[in-house]
C-alpha cells in the first residue's frame, strides 16, 4: 500500500474498522461471565454458549433456518441453472424481459415481497404454512443463483459445446457431460450464497412464519424483545460462525474474488 495516497489508506482503514467493529463486539461479548452485554466482557465464560446450545428456543429455530436455507437452494438450483442456460442461449423469446423478471426481486424491498406473498398465500389458504414460508425464501433466492451461473455461463468457451455436439452428443448430453461441469464453480457459489441469504432473512420470516416454522432471525429478534443477556450475543456467534465458514469454502474451492468477476 506504499504507492496509494495517504489519505486513501486512512479511509480504507477506518472504513474496515466500521466494518469489522459491530462483529468483534458480539463475538467478543458472547464470552463474557456477567449477566448483561457488556464491552469489553466482565471475565471469560463459555455459559452463554451453553445456554443456547441447551434451549430449544434457539436451537429449534437454528435447525429450521438450515433446513429452510438448504431446500431454497435446492429448488433455486433446480430453476436458476435451467432458465441461465436457456437465456445465454436465446432460445426463450423475450429473453432479456424474463431475464429482468427473474432478477428483479434484487431491487426490490423484501418486505413488499414479504407482504405480496403473504396475502398471496392466504388467498391460496397455505399462507401459515412452511411450504409459504419455503416459496418465500426461494423468490429471494433465485437471483443471486441465477446472476452467478448467468456470469458463468457468458464467460463459458461455446466452441466446447459445439465441439461436443459435432462429435454426436445431443442437447442433454453436452448439458450434462460438458456445460455444468465447466459452470460448477458458478452453480456452487451461487448455492453458497443462496444459502447465505436464506439463512439470514429477516422480514419474508417474520411474516410469513408460524410457531412451528420460526427461524433463528426471527428467534433472535423475538428474544429480545424481553431479555437483554449474553444469549443473543452467543447464538448471533454461532450465526456468524456459519456463514464465515460457508465463505471460507466458497473462497477454498474456487476463490471469491474469481467468483464476483465471472458473475458480473
Known amino acids: 500500500m506504499s504507492g496509494l495516497p495517504r489519505s486513501l489508506v486512512v479511509y480504507t482503514v477506518v472504513m474496515a474498522l466500521f466494518l469489522i467493529a459491530p462483529v468483534v463486539v458480539v463475538v467478543v461479548a458472547a464470552f463474557t461471565a456477567g449477566d448483561f452485554i ?7 465464560s463459555l455459559r452463554w454458549f451453553d445456554k443456547v446450545l441447551g434451549d430449544p ?7 429450521n433456518s438450515v433446513r429452510l436455507g438448504v431446500m431454497a437452494t435446492l429448488i433455486s438450483s433446480l430453476l436458476a441453472i435451467p432458465a441461465a442456460l436457456s437465456l445465454i442461449r436465446g432460445i426463450l423469446p423475450g429473453r432479456r424481459w424474463i431475464e429482468a423478471f427473474l432478477l428483479s426481486p434484487l431491487s ?4 413488499i415481497l414479504a407482504v405480496g406473498l403473504l396475502f398471496f398465500t392466504a388467498r391460496l389458504g397455505i399462507g401459515d404454512s412452511f411450504v409459504s414460508l419455503l416459496a418465500g425464501h426461494v423468490i429471494i ?5 441465477l446472476r452467478t451461473v448467468l456470469g458463468v455461463y457468458a464467460g463459458m468457451n461455446r466452441e466446447i459445446e459445439d465441439a461436443a455436439r459435432v462429435l454426436g452428443a445431443d442437447r442433454w448430453r453436452t448439458a450434462w457431460y460438458v456445460t455444468l461441469p465447466i459452470i460448477r ?4 457459489a451461487g448455492a453458497i450464497f443462496a444459502f447465505l441469504m436464506s439463512f439470514d432473512e429477516v422480514a419474508v420470516a417474520l411474516l410469513l412464519t408460524t410457531a412451528d416454522t420460526t427461524t433463528l432471525p426471527v428467534s433472535i429478534l423475538s428474544y429480545l424483545v ?22 471460507l469454502i466458497l473462497e477454498r474451492a474456487f476463490g471469491i474474488r474469481n467468483v464476483m468477476l465471472t458473475s458480473h
Do not use: H
Open 38 to 44: 457488556m464491552f469489553p466482557p466482565s471475565g471469560f
Open 141 to 145: 433466492t433465485v437471483p443471486y443463483m
Open 57 to 63: 428456543e434457539f436451537i429449534t429455530p437454528l435447525w
Open 108 to 111: 426490490l424491498p423484501t418486505i
Open 185 to 188: 464453480p458458478g452453480v456452487m
Open 226 to 247: 424481553y431479555n437483554y443477556d449474553p444469549a443473543v450475543a452467543a447464538i448471533s456467534t454461532i450465526q456468524i460462525a456459519i456463514v464465515v465458514v460457508a465463505l
